[in-house]
C-alpha cells in the first residue's frame, strides 16, 4: 500500500511516498525506506520528515518511526544531525543513458480555437484554479531574493533549454519522494505551463511519425486543441468510474493523454487493472502514455496513488504543474521524459522559446529546496480539504438530492443533479443570473446524454467569497426556486 504523508503544520512537515506493502510495522517503514534509496526515488542528501510528522501522517507511534529512522542511521542508510534533521546518506553516482538522436521532419500547424477563460462575473466555481490569493507572496520574495544572490552570472545568458540545472535537480528529488516518479534532472524539461508541454510533445511524436493521439473523451478542452494545433488528431477515450477505457486502444494510436491520478474532470481514479493495462499496451505496441499529473499534490485520504510514471520510464512521460499547487501566472510546468524521445522534446523546445524564464525557475527551485513548497503544499492541504468538506456539509443541507463525486483529491467536485431537481439548463441559467460562474460537464466534452452535472471548482474563490459562492450554488440548485 502506498502511504502518504496527509497536510499538518509544524516543522518537518516534508510529503514523502512510502511504499508500506500492507506492513504499518517498525520492518514495514525500514523496508520501504531502504527500497526508496536503493531505488534512487530517495536521493543522497533528501530531507526527510521528523519522526512526530511521519508517525503523524502513517497512523504509527512516533516511537515506530523513530526506531526505524534509528536503525536505518545506523546502517548508514540515513544520517542524522542536531538541528537539521533526517537526510537520506550519500552514496556513488549513478551513470546517467544517453539519450538517441531524433528525426528531422515538422510538424503541420493548424488554426487555435483555445477555450476562453470564463470571466465576468463576481462569484467563480469554474475547476482549473487554486485560490489566487493564497500565493505564498512573503516565501516567493525570500526564495527569489536568495535564488538571485546566489545566481552565477551564466544564469542571466541563453541556457540549456531543458530549464536551469538548479531546478530539474530540486524537481527530480522532489517528484521521486512525493509522486514516486523515477527520474534524473538530466531527462527533466522545464516547460512554459502543461499547456506548452503538451504541444512540444505533440510536435516531438509528430516528428516520428505520429498523425494522431487518443485522449480522454472527457477532459480539458484544451489538450485536444493544442494536440491538433500540432498535427495530432485526437482520439476520444471513454471514461468510466474506473478511469479511461485502456482496452479501447488500438494498436494503430501512437500515444494516449491520461489523468490517471484524478481524471480531469470527473475526479475518478485510473484502476489497478487499467494501470497495469496501459502500461502493456505501450510495452507491445511501443506507445507513449503521457500522464498529466496536474494535482497530483492534492490528496485527502491516506492512499495516494503514485505517478503511474513508476511503472514503466520508458514508455511514459510525465507531466506536473506549478499551477494548481501555486499559480498559473507562474507558468511553470516540467516533463520527465524517456530517454530516446528526449532530444526531440528539447529540440521543440528550444525552437519554441530557447527555454522558460530563468528567475522564476530559480526562484522555484530555492522554494522547493528550502522546504517552502512542502510547507506551503501542506498549508493549502488543509484548507482545500476543509473547503471540500464545507461543499459536501452545504450540499448535503440545502440540496439533498446532489450526489457529489471525484472528491478524495484536487480542487473540483462532480455534482450529479437528482431526476427530480431542476434541468442542469435552469440550474445554469439561475447560476448565471446569480453572478455565479459555474460550468455543466459538457464543457468538458461529456456527450448530450450524460447524466446531468455540474463541475464545481471550489479553491477558486478568496477566502472571503467562498461562503456566498457556495450558498448561491445551493440557491441554484434548489428544488422549486
Ligand atoms: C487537466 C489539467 N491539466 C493541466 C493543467 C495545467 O495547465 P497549465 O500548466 O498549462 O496551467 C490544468 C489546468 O487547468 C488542467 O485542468
Not at 132 to 138: D, E, H, K, Q, V
Not at 265 to 275: A, D, F, H, K
Not at 430 to 447: E, M
Amino acid at each position: 500500500m502506498n502511504t502518504w504523508a496527509t497536510p499538518q503544520r509544524g516543522s518537518g512537515g516534508y510529503d514523502l511516498l512510502l511504499d508500506l506493502a500492507g506492513q504499518r510495522t517498525r520492518a514495514g517503514i525500514e523496508e520501504a525506506l531502504r527500497a526508496a534509496v536503493r531505488d534512487g526515488r530517495l536521493a543522497p542528501g533528501t530531507r526527510l520528515p521528523s519522526s512526530r510528522v511521519l508517525a503523524h501522517d502513517l497512523g504509527l507511534a512516533r516511537n515506530t518511526v523513530a526506531d526505524a529512522y534509528g536503525q536505518l542511521v545506523a546502517e548508514g542508510w540515513l544520517t542524522a544531525r542536531q538541528g537539521s534533521g533526517t537526510t537520506v546518506a550519500a552514496r556513488p553516482a549513478v551513470p546517467l543513458r544517453r539519450p538517441v538522436p531524433p528525426p528531422q521532419d515538422r510538424p503541420r500547424i493548424a488554426p487555435s480555437d483555445v477555450v476562453p477563460h470564463p470571466s465576468g462575473l463576481p462569484y467563480v466555481l469554474w475547476p482549473g484554479s487554486p485560490d489566487l490569493s493564497s500565493f505564498p507572496r512573503t516565501a516567493w520574495l525570500r526564495a527569489a531574493r536568495r535564488a538571485l544572490t546566489a545566481a552565477p552570472n551564466e544564469a542571466f545568458g541563453y541556457g540549456d533549454p531543458r530549464g536551469r540545472p538548479e531546478l530539474r535537480a530540486a524537481l527530480a528529488g522532489y517528484l521521486a519522494r512525493v509522486r514516486g516518479v523515477r527520474t534524473d534532472p538530466d531527462h527533466l524539461v522545464i516547460c512554459s505551463g502543461y499547456t506548452q508541454a503538451v504541444g512540444l510533445l505533440a510536435r516531438a511524436l509528430y516528428a516520428r511519425g505520429a498523425r494522431s493521439a487518443a485522449v480522454e473523451a472527457v477532459g480539458l478542452p484544451d489538450t485536444p486543441t493544442v494536440l491538433r494545433a500540432n498535427g495530432l488528431d485526437p482520439v476520444p477515450l471513454p471514461v468510466d468510474a474506473d478511469g479511461a477505457r485502456v482496452a479501447d486502444l488500438g494498436p494503430g494510436v501512437p500515444a494516449v493523454v491520461l489523468t490517471p491520478a484524478h481524471q480531469f474532470p470527473l475526479g475518478v481514479r485510473l484502476s489497478p487493472e487499467r494501470r497495469t493495462a496501459v502500461v502493456a499496451w505501450a510495452r507491445s505496441t511501443g506507445g507513449i502514455v503521457v500522464e498529466d499529473d496536474y494535482d497530483g499534490e492534492f490528496r485527502y485520504d491516506r492512499q495516494p496513488v503514485a505517478a503511474l510514471q513508476a511503472l514503466a520510464p520508458d514508455h511514459v512521460v510525465y507531466a506536473g504543474t506549478a499551477s494548481k499547487s501555486l499559480a498559473p501566472a507562474l507558468r511553470l510546468a516540467w516533463l520527465a521524459v524517456p530517454p530516446h524521445l528526449l532530444d526531440a522534446v528539447v529540440r521543440e523546445k528550444r525552437l519554441a522559446d530557447h527555454l522558460s524564464a530563468v528567475i522564476d525557475q530559480l526562484t522555484l527551485a530555492e522554494f522547493i529546496s528550502s522546504g517552502a513548497y512542502d510547507r506551503h503544499v501542506r498549508r493549502m492541504r488543509v484548507r482545500y480539504r476543509a473547503r471540500r468538506d464545507r461543499v459536501v456539509e452545504m450540499l448535503a443541507l440545502r440540496a439533498p438530492g446532489v450526489r457529489v463525486s471525484g472528491i478524495a483529491a484536487g480542487l473540483h467536485a462532480v455534482l450529479d443533479l437528482p431526476a427530480q431537481g431542476p434541468p442542469l439548463r435552469t440550474v445554469l441559467g439561475r447560476a448565471q443570473r446569480l453572478g455565479l460562474a459555474v460550468p455543466g460537464l459538457s464543457a468538458f466534452g461529456a456527450a448530450p446524454d450524460h447524466p446531468p452535472a455540474l463541475v464545481v471548482g471550489y479553491a477558486t474563490p478568496p477566502d472571503h467569497a467562498f461562503s456566498t459562492a457556495l450558498s448561491l450554488l445551493c440557491d441554484a440548485l434548489a428544488a422549486g426556486a
